[in-house]
């Protein structure tokens, strides 16, 4: 297999990748007239290339038997070291993606995969034929998960971070808690929500486990709010829906919501600002990183209360 390169000196060594490409021709070919001609150039110029070679590596190749070239055991064991040089050089030349398959663990809360990751992720193994292994998990499990790494990528609110876990962090959107009311619920008319608007009123909590209720909590206890909570819900698709039946009011991740006639958003305050992030180890595979780059590039446009991170 000829190297179609061109003449390159390594640093320090006593061949080129011409020069071996050569070797190799002749070891194949079986003589110099052979080689010359697959090699498409003259014979003596093959002859004294193989004389150059040997007098800078200082040891002779090639024996003469009827007018060809015999390898002796020096030759071929250089040979075998060409052989995998030209095969390295193949696999360069023919490069893609999807070369190198292996699974891809991905770990990520219910309502980002049902209201994001699952379409996206199918349009991604669809585009790279990656394995890919998607579980559902709530998100203060997640990044334990990964630290013990039983995943490659976590993808969850950056509200979760825990100092304790050595991981990367890539930034995929930036959002915010919003208030979610029932469309005849009478705070439906106003453009902000605060604490004191929600004091007393029927809402649907965060369970007390989710590290978004904490944060949640605390700017209500801070205002000396008190909702009524007749439900405690582990995420936020179930908090949605509770709110969509008119059961009560909900304070959600501006990402993803459920696009609903029954259901009106509204700002908060005081701002409560997060981001939705990849979560990887320190040294990110190859599969990882494509897949990150593909989700960022297929994500939603920008809404009234989420904005993508490219």
């Not at 193989?50 to 038997?65: A, D, M, S, V, Y």
């Amino acid at each position: 297999m000829a190297i179609n390169i061109k003449r390159t000196s390594w640093s320090g060594g006593w061949a080129t990748l011409r020069d071996l490409e050569i070797i190799q021709t002749v070891i194949d070919q079986g003589s110099v007239t052979n080689a010359a001609e697959q090699l498409g150039i003259s014979q003596p110029a093959v002859s004294q290339t193989l004389n150059q070679i040997e007098k800078r590596c200082g040891k002779k190749l090639f024996t003469r038997e009827n007018n060809k070239l015999i390898p002796n055991s020096d030759a071929l064991l250089l040979y075998e070291e060409i052989a995998n040089i030209a095969e390295s050089f193949s696999r360069l030349s023919h490069f893609h993606h999807q070369e190198k398959k292996r699974s891809l663990r991905i770990l990520v809360p219910p309502t980002l995969a049902y209201g994001f990751i699952n379409q996206a992720t199918a349009l991604f193994i669809k585009k790279y034929q990656i394995n890919v292994h998607l579980e559902i998990s709530r998100s203060e499990q997640l990044l334990s998960l990964i630290a013990k790494e039983q995943a490659d990528i976590v993808i969850t609110d950056n509200m979760t971070i825990n100092s304790n876990y050595n991981l990367t962090q890539t930034p995929i959107r930036e959002t915010r808690i919003i208030c979610a009311i029932p469309k005849t619920h009478e705070l439906s008319t106003k453009n902000t929500i605060t604490p004191d608007d929600l004091h007393e009123q029927s809402f649907i909590a965060l369970v007390k486990s989710n590290i978004g209720r904490t944060v949640i909590d605390r700017a209500l206890n801070k205002s000396k709010s008190k909702p009524n909570i007749i439900a405690e819900v582990s995420d936020q698709d179930t908090a949605m829906t509770f709110v969509k039946n008119g059961l009560g009011i909900s304070l959600i991740n501006s990402f993803p919501t459920i696009e609903t006639e029954d259901i009106v958003y509204r700002e908060f305050t005081p701002t409560i600002m997060s981001n939705i992030c990849f979560f990887t180890s320190k040294k990110t595979e190859h599969e990882a990183q494509l897949y990150i780059e593909f989700i960022k590039e297929h994500q939603p446009d920008a809404s009234l209360f989420s904005i993508p991170i490219k």
